[in-house]
């Protein structure tokens, strides 16, 4: 994995929901349930979209348990 695409995975976890239900709440934080269900509807245009997207294949794959430790560091 490149450094643009680390940093970007580690910002759209770091990102909050903006809105609805679960507003203030880390993306990556999202039930997972929620996230599947976001792209089935469609992410959102723009940055947004871009971090649920990423989110989604961060649950997707499992790459979770990988990532958090990353993140733990980067919010030291």
Do not use: C, H
Request: net charge neutral; proline share 8%; no cysteine.
């Amino acid at each position: 994995m490149d450094q643009a695409t680390t940093q970007a995975m580690l910002a759209a976890m770091m990102a909050t929901m903006p809105y609805g239900k679960y507003r203030g709440l880390p993306l990556i934080d999202l039930p997972e349930p929620y996230v599947v269900w976001v792209s089935q509807q469609g992410f959102p245009a723009g940055l947004l979209g871009q971090q649920l997207a990423l989110v989604y294949e961060i649950k997707l794959n499992g790459l979770e348990t990988m990532l958090r430790p990353m993140l733990a560091q980067m919010t030291k």
